[in-house]
Structure formats: C-alpha cells, structure tokens
C-alpha cells in the first residue's frame, strides 16, 4: 500500500544558530526533488538526422514546504541564511508514510511570511542528494 500526505516533522541542527523544528501546515503540498542525474526535457534534442541526444543535467535536491511561522522561526531562518556561508546545517525530514530523508543545506530564495495566515512557505536545497534512511 502507498501512504501519501504530508511531513510530520521537518527538523534542522546548526551549530552556531541551533536546532529547530518546522510545524507543518496540514493541507498543503510538499514537494520534494532528491536531485541527481537527470535527462534534460527538450523535444529539440535531436540531430538533424533524427539521433537523439542525452543532455544530462545534474539537479540539485530540495524540499519545499508550507510551514507555521512567528517571528522566532523567521529570525532563526534569517540567521541560519548568514551562517550558512561558513557552515551549513543538518536536516530531517518525516513523512507520515514513516519514510526518513537526511541531507545536509540550507533555506535558499524568498523569505515571505503571510503574517495573517501565520505561515511561510520555504524552500531547503541540499548540497549532495537526499538520502532516505
């Protein structure tokens, strides 16, 4: 049987700013790339005698999640951001299937919270392929 929905637990360790774990709004799409090798997906990639050619791309993996915010998680993203220039942190991340991702990264992009919804959505890239454990 395959178990969809969402992440129990997203959980980050830093040594300079620390650890903290993201609340995850119900409801909302997660999505998650775990990068690596891939085929480019162009309908031109062909020779003009019809051969087709492999362009491969090496994607870099990410999580992109919706989670609750206050100002305590906006400044530890913030902070984190200016650390991550020495040393980026460890990530967890738990899905409700039970399936257990770990990659090593940091809060890349925009940085908006919608203070009247009380959430943020933010992106995590991860400087080597996440690996489920």
């Not at 799409?29 to 492999?54: C, K, P, Y």
């Amino acid at each position: 049987m395959k178990i969809a929905g969402l992440f129990t637990e997203v959980f980050c360790q830093h040594s300079i700013v620390g650890n903290q774990k993201f609340d995850l709004k119900s409801g909302e799409d997660s999505e998650v790339d775990r990068g690596g090798f891939r085929i480019t997906d162009d309908g031109n990639n062909r020779t003009a005698s019809g051969q087709m050619i492999l362009q491969y791309e090496n994607n870099m993996p990410y999580i992109q999640f919706t989670c609750a915010v206050d100002g305590d998680i906006e400044d530890y993203i913030q902070d984190l951001i200016k650390e991550s220039m020495t040393e980026l942190a460890n990530w967890t991340l738990t899905h409700i299937s039970g399936d257990v991702y770990v990659g090593v990264g940091t809060v890349v992009g925009d940085v908006k919270p919608n203070r009247n919804a009380g959430t943020l959505q933010i992106k995590v890239a991860f400087e080597k392929d996440l690996l489920k454990i």
